[in-house]
């Protein structure tokens, strides 16, 4: 359910009902900003809103602050790869020339066809770094997978399997390097402990760049919207 906070500009806000609220609280995501009221169960909707009235000005500072969103249309920008490449219409088949990501079709279809080319110029490129380290490794994984995760970068489980967000091919290619270093690592050492992050270092050396490179701007790789 979503209310529009009236003004100039309107502001969406999601509202959440939570049985373990107890109280309401208003949230921006650093991700998205998108914008979340959460109310106790027993909450009337009109104290809500009120809550969230009372509250405008702290929310409008917070946006007015936030990174603007990077919505796909032809002569725009978006990152890929740590650079920027410019999106542009073409009568030929998709391809990348340089700084320029030649699209064909109607700007109707624009998103989904990009979101197509990430997804898949991101498995490309993780599947080669993971086949590399796992060589690397002396160990095997069990299939790869990719999602649009916000909590983390990457996974792997105890059986194997690994796990990545897509967007990680918006970022330069240190930084994928370094998240399949760090998830192919756990095959060897589920843990964080002295021992992984030494295997770490051996397959990735250097990985403090491209982690704090993570830990700055990984935020921003999710400015992309593509729904």
């Given at each position: 359910m979503d209310h529009?906070?009236?003004?100039?500009p309107p502001v969406a806000v999601s509202l959440r009902r939570s049985a373990r609220a107890r109280r309401l609280s208003l949230r921006i995501s650093g991700t998205d900003g998108r914008v979340t009221l959460t109310l106790p169960l027993r909450a009337r909707l009109g104290d809500g809103l009120a809550f969230l009235r009372e509250r405008e000005g702290w929310l409008r500072g917070h946006l007015s602050r936030a990174p603007v969103a990077i919505v796909p249309a032809?002569?725009?920008?978006?990152?890929?790869?740590?650079?920027?490449?410019?999106?542009?219409?073409?009568?030929?088949?998709?391809?990348?020339?340089?700084d320029r990501l030649l699209m064909p079709g109607r700007a109707?279809?624009?998103?989904g066809r990009l979101a197509g080319f990430l997804r898949?110029?991101?498995?490309?490129?993780?599947?080669?770094?993971?086949?590399?380290?796992?060589?690397?490794?002396?160990?095997?994984?069990?299939?790869?997978?990719?999602?649009d995760t916000r909590s983390r970068w990457g996974s792997c489980t105890s059986d194997g399997?690994?796990?990545?967000?897509?967007?990680?091919?918006?970022?330069?290619?240190?930084?994928?390097?370094?998240?399949?270093?760090?998830?192919?690592g756990h095959l060897a050492e589920m843990?964080?402990?002295?021992?992984?992050?030494?295997?770490?270092?051996?397959?990735?050396?250097?990985h403090e760049g491209p982690r704090d490179w993570l830990r700055a701007e990984g935020a921003g790789l999710h400015r992309l919207r593509l729904n």
């Open positions: 529009i906070l009236p003004g100039d032809f002569g725009r920008a978006i990152p890929f790869e740590g650079r920027e490449v410019l999106l542009c219409r073409t009568e030929g088949g998709l391809r990348l020339e340089g109707d279809g624009l998103s898949a110029a991101a498995r490309d490129r993780l599947a080669a770094a993971c086949d590399r380290h796992a060589a690397a490794l002396g160990r095997r994984y069990r299939k790869l997978t990719l999602r399997d690994l796990m990545f967000s897509w967007r990680l091919v918006l970022a330069p290619p240190p930084v994928l390097d370094y998240v399949v270093a760090h998830e192919v843990n964080h402990s002295p021992a992984f992050w030494a295997v770490v270092e051996r397959l990735c050396p250097g």
